[in-house]
């Protein structure tokens, strides 16, 4: 006697395919720019942790497929120590003081390929990072890595030069700012020397990095 055989399962419904989010979008048109997209500044009017928390998300999705270090200029040194290999480690300052070599300030990010380069240590001299030779410490790391992003939060006592030369800049707003603000940002931007400028609709959010908490390193 034949056994019956069962019918076979049916396959399960597709899932709809996801959105791609604004951060998403915007790592592949920038690694579809290719070299006219090799330093990109990040900054804005929002806060100095939604804006490192944007371009961490931004760096970790182009790192997927490029070689992509994110350098930490923001007001806060500790800005990425939640996320790298030595939260401790030298950065910029101490390279600027002739304190450590060029290979000795670069960490890697716990939860990607990402490279980083952190401001300085904690209570570290920010006026440092006024110093002419930060130029050519930048013009070194975009000659080893197809990226370079800068984290440069509020941008208020950094060098003009230092975040526009050969870059590209992406502003992450205040959810508030108006949008006349914002196009008169984005001309003021363009006036003084970035390449091209994207204005996000807000800051990335936290759902699209994993796991990211501000650092809660002893200073």
Do not use: W
Not at 80 to 89: E, T
């Amino acid at each position: 006697m034949l056994t019956p055989v069962a019918p076979a399962a049916a396959p399960p419904p597709e899932l709809p395919a996801r959105e791609a989010s604004e951060t998403e979008q915007l790592a592949r048109d920038l690694l579809a720019a290719g070299t006219g997209a090799r330093k990109v500044t990040v900054l804005g009017t929002a806060a100095a942790e939604d804006i490192t928390r944007t371009a961490l998300g931004l760096a970790r999705t182009m790192a997927r497929e490029a070689r992509v270090v994110l350098v930490d200029l923001a007001g806060a040194p500790l800005a990425l120590a939640a996320v790298s290999s030595d939260p401790m480690g030298p950065g910029l300052v101490e390279l600027m003081l002739g304190e450590v070599s060029f290979a000795g300030i670069i960490t890697r990010d716990q939860r990607s390929r990402l490279h980083l380069v952190s401001a300085g240590r904690p209570g570290s001299d920010r006026s440092q990072l006024q110093s002419p030779r930060l130029i050519l410490a930048l013009d070194a790391l975009l000659r080893v890595y197809d990226l370079v992003l800068l984290d440069a939060g509020n941008a208020s006592d950094l060098p003009a030069e230092l975040l526009t030369s050969g870059a590209r800049v992406v502003v992450v707003p205040d959810a508030a700012m108006p949008h006349k603000a914002r196009a008169q940002m984005c001309e003021q931007l363009a006036a003084v020397g970035f390449g091209a400028v994207t204005m996000l609709k807000k800051p990335a959010d936290t759902s699209e990095l994993g796991e990211f908490s501000s650092p809660n390193v002893a200073a």
